[in-house]
């Protein structure tokens, strides 16, 4: 039997430049993502990356929140040219979109100021 996704997720396909396959995130969740060759792959390691995400912060005691109970997260930020490159140049190596790359980077860049990476 199928374990549903109670959270609300995002499934694109990703770009040549980006790996190709599919990729899976959790606007609630911060960080938790996974992708796949094809969209049922995504599914199914994102219901996997989803149960991690939910032990790891139970296990750390971060309140984990409730399904559809945040925004969307969604902004735009203007960045210099150069980081731009940089940031492009490292989803690439790491085959993933600059939006999954840029809000990882935020999410364990918090979670080291709040004391999760110490």
Same mark, same amino acid.
């Given at each position: 039997m199928t374990k549903r996704l109670d959270y609300p !997720?995002?499934?694109r396909p990703l770009s040549e430049d980006e790996g190709? /396959?599919?990729l899976v995130t959790f606007p609630d969740l911060? /960080?938790?993502m996974s992708d796949g060759e094809t969209p049922e792959?995504?599914?199914t390691n994102g219901r996997d990356a989803l149960g991690a995400?939910?032990?790891a912060a139970r296990e750390m005691g971060r309140p984990i929140p409730q399904p559809g109970e945040l925004p969307s997260g969604? !902004?735009?930020a203007r960045v210099p040219?150069?980081?731009h490159a940089r940031l492009t140049a490292r989803a690439k190596q790491e085959g993933v979109s600059m939006?999954?790359?840029v809000s990882a980077m935020l999410a364990e860049s918090l979670g080291r100021r709040d004391g999760m990476g110490r």
């Open positions: !997720f995002e499934l190709d /396959g599919w911060p /960080g938790c792959d995504a599914l995400w939910l032990e969604k !902004f735009v040219r150069s980081l939006n999954a790359l």
